[in-house]
């Protein structure tokens, strides 16, 4: 693996041994010598709060320099190409480049401009593999084998990376998916990536899993639903629509009270804080698959 | 009508090569006037009737970074092409008769090839009030176009097929219902769905192309429709013409060869508007190719700077150029596995848009202005960035290896590329 730019780009192996890895990483709470001396550059051309804290904490825990910039502030800002900024940034010789950019395949380009391994930490409504990965990771923390497990994924599925990553996750590892949602946020023909769609909540029943995706305000006035009340109302996760025994997910941030009631999500069912920690340690897993492998050349005095 | 391009003395030559019916013949031009056609010694070159493009962004004015009159008709005739036709979506917009008679004026300098320009439909290609049609006529305006944009309003478009009867120029249409299209990246289908990109249906086009052709029947008036992707476009046209509208069709290279598959990789050269869509869609285009109910090919060669293209996916803008690889890449994908025969290729690049946009018909006969194209069909190439001509190397075949090369052409009597 040289890179992680999709989840296609993983076999099932790979993602079995990086929630391993995950797994022994979660268990140790000193800082690891793995990546001394070698530079992780967190690029956010795109607002985050806990993907870019997670990588940052990660890249440390692993003793990596780290260097993370935000679009606002730097020489994007001043109309710099992402090409410039990436071949400047170079000069620096990171390890590792994680990349979030509001366009899907912003990261190809990262990876093909750069020597760094690249992560795509999301790329516009394309992919998010490091979410998918730790949804992975607290499911089966949560549940056991993965294979054979039903997972529910509701809402806008049309506009989501972390849906359309976590789709393919579940599909690489044997998991079952029903996309639950109003039709005009369910992406024309997605059953052929392998999973059912339904636009009833009731669809929810059968699912080990009802993973909850963010609903945006600013879908509701291109139309896609007629009222945020009114998706809340028919696809809103409330106490009475989760079975007892099934597990609530959420990749943040939520919108309580709309795709998600807020008694649901600080309940005994949610995994909602559990997933932020397993971002830490699926991270950092990531960050030693791609880099270890490949050791810094020694400087031989 | 009005095509123009830079003065210089006609030529006499000898041309030599098999025609489309299959003689062998040297071909004798005088003073730019085929003055002979003899009998000539097998060759396996062939001489046809050089081709004719309805459907050139040539950038000038405005984005001479990207493109001159100068170097798109360069590239024009290293193509092949006798004769092109400029879209007014510059800047400034073709859309008045200043603007227009300062290109005509440049052309006459600069233009390599017979270049023709369209003026807008629309002032400011905004869609809502139609440009003063009569006097750009008169200026040379070859047809109308608010291309790069639909003519989103039905009542516009109306009056602009009623004013036809005024003017003698057709319309050529860019058929995309903007509410349906929205910020569409790519054909919705597998693809999008996949990538995430945003989904551009294919009913967007063949909405439009419907509503376009009932009006055009209401009116009883002639139009073009530009750049057809989507097979239900050509069932629409097809039902349409047997109803007898007078409508014509072109289709690109890049749709007649490459499906939405091809944007897996996410390369901005294969990012225009229309999108590729599905194989049914291409399969639909090339039979309408083939039955003649799309008459004609068109590059719709769209230059852009690399920097540009160099954005990601979602930011950089959607257009290819086409001009120097039309022929080779319809004849190493099409004419080659026999999907399509060289004479009809020949027809559809050359005789097919000069009738579907009121052009002279280049034609290879004794007492016609010499229009002619010498073809290699033996020849292998790779295309390559710094081979172009153009301006601009967004082109959809960088790194491709090609069949068939244009040896010689010779437009409006002179030889521009050789």
Redesign the interface.
């Known amino acids: 693996m040289r890179h992680l730019l999709s989840i296609a780009d993983l076999t099932r192996d790979e993602v079995e041994r990086i929630l391993d890895s995950a797994r022994s990483l979660a268990t140790v709470d000193e800082r690891l010598p793995t990546l001394r001396g070698r530079l992780v550059l967190n690029l956010f051309f795109e607002s985050s709060t806990r993907t870019s804290s997670s990588f940052e904490l990660a890249a440390k825990r692993l003793s990596a320099d780290v260097m993370s910039l935000k679009a606002a502030g730097s020489s994007v800002d001043k109309g710099e ?3 410039d900024t990436i071949l400047t940034l170079s000069q620096y010789d990171p390890a590792a480049i994680v990349v979030r ?6 990261p ?2 990262v990876a093909r401009w750069s020597d760094a391994a690249v992560v795509n930490a999301g ?5 998010h593999p490091t979410q998918a990965l730790l949804d992975l990771f607290t499911m089966r923390e949560a549940l056991g084998p993965l294979e054979g497990l039903h997972v529910s994924i509701v809402g806008d599925v049309l ?3 972390v849906a ?1 990553s976590l789709l393919q996750a579940l599909a690489l590892v044997g998991a079952r998916t029903t996309l639950v949602g109003p039709p005009t946020l369910l ?4 059953e ?2 392998g999973c059912e769609t339904a636009t009833e909540i009731e669809a929810i029943g059968d699912a080990d899993v009802v993973y909850v995706l963010r609903m945006q305000r600013e879908r509701m006035e291109s139309a896609y639903v007629p009222s945020l009340r009114e998706y809340a109302a028919r696809w809103g996760i409330t106490p009475e629509r989760v079975r007892p025994g099934q597990l609530v997910m959420h990749p943040g941030p939520m919108n309580r009270g709309v795709e998600l009631d807020g008694r649901v999500a600080d309940g005994p069912q949610s995994l909602v804080l559990a997933q932020v920690r397993a971002g830490l340690f699926v991270r950092m897993a990531v960050l030693r698959e791609l880099l270890a492998a490949r050791p810094a050349l020694e400087v031989v005095a | 009508m009005t095509l123009v391009c830079r003065n210089g003395r006609s030529d006499s030559l000898v041309l030599e090569g098999r025609l489309a019916g299959g003689e062998c013949v040297a071909v004798t031009v005088t003073d730019g006037v085929v003055s002979g056609i003899e009998p000539a010694a097998a060759t396996t070159r062939v001489l046809a009737p050089a081709f004719v493009d309805p459907h050139v962004h040539l950038r000038s004015p405005g984005r001479e970074d990207e493109e001159t009159i100068a170097s798109g008709t360069a590239a024009a005739a290293a193509g092949g092409y006798c004769a092109i036709l400029a879209m007014p979506n510059t800047d400034p917009i073709v859309d008045s008769a200043s603007v227009l008679g300062s290109l005509v004026a440049a052309a006459r300098h600069d233009a390599l090839v017979p270049t023709g320009f369209m003026a807008a439909i629309s002032k400011g290609l905004d869609g809502g009030e139609l440009t003063e049609m009569a006097e750009l006529a008169d200026a040379g305006a070859v047809a109308f176009t608010d291309d790069g944009r639909p003519v989103a309003s039905a009542g516009l478009l109306r009056r602009a097929l009623q004013y036809g009867a005024v003017t003698g120029r057709k319309l050529a249409l860019h058929c995309e219902e903007p509410t349906l299209a929205r910020d569409g990246q790519v054909h919705e289908g597998p693809v999008s769905t996949e990538l995430g990109l945003a989904p551009y249906p294919s009913v967007a086009e063949s909405a439009m192309v419907e509503r376009d052709l009932s009006l055009a029947a209401y009116e009883g008036r002639p139009l073009h429709l530009m750049h057809l992707s989507a097979a239900e476009s050509v069932e629409a046209l097809e039902a349409a013409q047997a109803r007898g509208v007078a409508a014509t069709a072109e289709v690109t290279p890049h749709h007649l060869v490459l499906t939405d598959e091809a944007v897996r990789g996410l390369d901005s050269n294969v990012k225009m508007n229309p999108p590729l869509r599905a194989e049914a869609d291409r399969a639909a285009l090339l039979s309408g190719l083939r039955s003649g109910a799309i008459a004609a090919v068109a590059t719709d060669h769209a230059p852009h700077s690399r920097e540009e293209k160099a954005e990601p996916f979602e930011a950089a803008p959607f257009g290819v150029t086409g001009l120097e690889t039309a022929f080779a890449a319809l004849y190493t994908h099409l004419v080659g596995p026999g999907l399509l025969p060289l004479q009809t290729l020949l027809e559809r690049m050359s005789a097919g848009p000069a009738r579907a946009l009121g052009l002279p018909v280049p034609a290879v006969e004794v007492g016609a202005r010499a229009n002619l194209v010498l073809l290699d069909l033996e020849a292998e190439w790779t295309v390559d960035e710094s081979g172009f001509r153009s301006r601009s190397a967004n082109s959809w075949l960088l790194g491709e290896r090609l069949r068939g090369r244009v040896l010689a052409t010779v437009a409006d009597g002179r030889v521009v590329h050789a």
Request: net charge positive.
């Open positions: 190409s992402l090409e950019h509001a366009q899907a395949g912003a190809q380009l790329d516009g409504k394309h992919q506009h989501s990376r359309r992406p024309r023909g997605v052929a990536l």
